[in-house]
């Protein structure tokens, strides 16, 4: 599933609009965002894919997981209550005095942990979920 709030481009989904954003880049920040997608993608399958905020790729699943903002010199993933998931394996490295959020800044050359990625990941959802059903 996927919704767009980009009215300049009507017709394209949010999906091609991201795949898009990632082919722009250009560089390893293009690279970086598509691999990040496709951990989310492959942790929540169904996963939602959003543009929001001028342009800013959104995966949601009962409520925003994550966004995937690029700047000039990192990818960085916030997670919309990373500050209530636990984070056993230390991935936060940004946004850590927040209330709420927690990100994890990708820079160039950096990789990142596959496994505890896509288990943040599940566990937002889960938190989600846990959430809506309320």
């Not at 980009?6 to 965002?33: V, Y």
């Not at 989310?40 to 995966?59: C, F, H, S, T, Y």
Request: aromatic share 4%; charged share 30%.
């Amino acid at each position: 599933m996927e919704k767009s709030e980009n009215a300049s481009q009507p017709g394209k989904s949010a999906s091609q609009l991201i795949d898009a954003k990632i082919r722009e880049l250009n560089d390893w920040r293009g690279e970086m965002l598509g691999r990040l997608r496709a951990l989310i993608k492959e942790a929540d399958p169904e996963v939602v894919e959003e543009l929001k905020w001028r342009g800013v790729p959104v995966w949601s699943h009962d409520g925003i997981i994550c966004t995937g903002e690029t700047y000039k010199s990192a990818v960085k993933m916030t997670f919309a209550k990373g500050a209530s998931l636990a984070d056993p394996s230390n991935l936060f490295n940004a946004s850590l005095d927040g209330n709420t959020r927690r990100a994890i800044d990708v820079h160039e050359g950096e990789t990142i942990d596959d496994e505890a990625l896509m288990a943040l990941i599940r566990a937002a959802v889960a938190l989600n979920r846990s959430k809506a059903r309320r």
